[in-house]
């Protein structure tokens, strides 16, 4: 890659290495250069400027960043389109992060262009939970060492990057007495063990209480077992000080195994571990009463995960096993208390399809019903938004609402993040379809792509791009589709515009926003002519269906 002072007659295909903003000129870093934005910079006198030209043996960012995030991704994974060089890797569902550190080490050794980022591995992850990132770190990677970070991550024959989502269990919990044990304190441990497995997804589903002797132990196992609990849980009154002592005395006189006693965690040293008919039995430390995360947190999780939690995964636990209590780590606390800032989590991106319009170019039907290449012409743009990384889309519907509906539900799956919203007046004009739908979106939504019903050519890929730039904090709230620096649609909207959205009036929808909120712009230069291609008349839907460019009027 050549980077520098590039001359601008030399720049065409350039990729702008600095931000450039001044005299109506707003061109983000970043920036693949056309021959109009050459003609823009020439027209202010610029004879230079800096910039990245790539050579035959570079991938670009975007590309390697893909490549490079899609061979380490395994089960549990879901995978942003890249931007800026940066894939993310989010978590489907709850459960713990499996990551493979050592090739992580040897994949970041590999070229300093090529980075990967990830949690600890055995991080406990709550959905759209962001699990690793793959940044390149300049405009484009050494072909080769793409090509060397994905045998790397082929090397092993299992993914560096996954999620082990947890799994119901039915767990019993076997509490001892010694004379002076109150119920109260035993009363609270069954409370911080219920809240403790729940927030795992699985349940307390029996309790005895009984004398601190081994046969007591082994009889209150016994009738455990019989409420099919698959997890056996015993809190002795005294702690266990040794793998001969009372609690695994009596797993074994219930018919059970001690695999192995102690850990090399603190809080949490105490830890038993054994078996009962194939099923997990834990002896307790005394810290299992506290709701603070401790070492048997760390087992109850693997467990729960179907992780293997054997003499070698336990004995492992030492290297970060000298626990601090961390404040953004899920905990079974009492109701009430808080927590600070959590862990960084997926924007949750609603789209809003607008399909309320009575098609009053086309000459009297709506064209959001005509065959459109197989497919009713609407049909098309919701396919594409529920198949996006969006959590939810809204369609609104005004004109014909019964027989567009219809269509919509005959061909996208009924569990789909689909629903409905009525426009009374859309009469009115685009701006009435865009207020009913923003304003129809629950506080939870952190964006909104407003995307239109008659743009068949938008496909998930292009609203995934979308969706990969939103980045308030680095300046992205509000990301347009470009065609060869050419703005187009749809437009992605950061929840900080909803309220003056809700304030639009007439039928140019939210345009003037873009340019009263030039600063906040994040252009996205996509391939194809999608962007720009919406149908409007007979004429263009004619050209669409024949395979033809519909561009929309400037």
């Known amino acids: 890659m050549r980077f520098g002072d590039t001359p601008i007659e030399e720049a065409r295909g350039a990729i702008l290495a600095h931000s450039w903003r001044a005299n109506g000129i707003n061109f983000a870093k970043g920036r693949l250069l056309t021959d109009d934005d050459i003609s823009k910079l020439k027209a202010l006198g610029v004879e230079a400027v800096v910039a990245a030209r790539l050579d035959p043996d570079d991938v670009h960012e975007d590309e390697a960043a893909a490549t490079v995030a899609k061979v380490l991704a395994g089960e549990g994974i879901e995978v942003t389109a890249p931007f800026t060089g940066r894939c993310n890797h989010f978590a489907r569902e709850a459960g713990l992060a499996v990551i493979d550190p050592r090739r992580i080490d040897e994949l970041n050794e590999l070229d300093e262009a090529v980075t990967v980022a990830t949690l600890p591995p055995f991080a406990r992850v709550t959905p759209r939970q962001m699990v690793a990132t793959v940044k390149i770190i300049p405009y484009a990677a050494p072909r080769a060492a793409v090509s060397r970070a994905v045998e790397v991550a082929k090397a092993a024959n299992r993914p560096l990057v996954s999620v082990a989502p947890f799994r119901p269990m039915r767990a019993g919990l076997v509490q001892t007495r010694l004379a002076g044990t109150r119920d109260k304190v035993l009363d609270k441990a069954v409370g911080t063990t219920g809240k403790r497995l729940a927030s795992l997804g699985s ?227 685009l701006s009435t379809s865009v207020r009913t739908g923003i ?27 979308l969706l990969a730039a939103f980045n308030p904090v680095e300046g992205r709230s509000i990301c347009v589709p470009t065609v060869r620096g050419k703005r187009g649609n749809p437009v992605l909207w950061d929840r900080r515009f909803f309220a003056e959205m809700a304030n639009l009036s007439g039928d140019s929808g939210a345009k003037h926003l873009i340019g009263e909120h030039a600063d906040l712009v994040c252009e996205v230069e996509m391939a194809g002519e999608a962007a720009l291609t919406d149908i409007d008349t007979p004429e263009a839907l004619a050209a669409f269906r024949a395979g033809g460019t519909v561009q929309s009027p400037p």
């Open 203 to 429: 349940m307390l589903v029996g309790e005895r209480r009984c004398g601190h002797d081994a046969a007591a132990i082994a009889a209150a196992l016994t009738e455990l077992k019989e409420e099919g609990c698959d997890l056996f849980l015993i809190a002795g009154a005294s702690a266990i000080v040794d793998r001969h002592d009372v609690v695994p005395s009596g797993i074994v006189q219930a018919g059970g195994t001690v695999t192995h006693f102690g850990l090399p965690v603190d809080p949490g040293n105490l830890l038993l571990t054994g078996e009962l008919d194939g099923k997990p039995v834990l002896g307790l430390p005394g810290c299992a009463k506290s709701p603070k995360y401790n070492g048997f947190d760390m087992v109850l999780e693997r467990l729960a995960a179907r992780l293997p939690v054997g003499r070698a995964e336990l004995v492992r636990m030492g290297a970060g096993g000298l626990l601090a209590e961390i404040s953004t780590r899920p905990q079974p606390r009492d109701e009430g208390d808080g927590e600070e800032a959590g862990p960084q989590q997926a924007p949750r991106v609603a789209i809003v399809i607008l399909a309320a319009g009575r098609s009053t170019r086309m000459g009297g039907p709506n064209k959001l019903l005509a065959d459109a290449n197989g497919a009713p012409l609407v049909v098309h743009a919701v396919k594409a938004a529920s198949s996006s990384q969006a959590v939810e889309v809204v369609v609104v519907l005004g004109h014909m609402a019964d027989e567009v509906r219809k269509v919509i539900e005959g061909a996208v799956p009924a569990e789909s993040k689909l629903r409905f919203v009525i426009n009374p007046d859309f009469a009115g004009g």
């Open 439 to 465: 304003g129809a979106l629950g506080k939870n939504i952190d964006a909104a792509v407003v995307q239109l019903g008659d743009m068949p050519a938008v496909n998930t890929a292009l609203l995934d791009r």
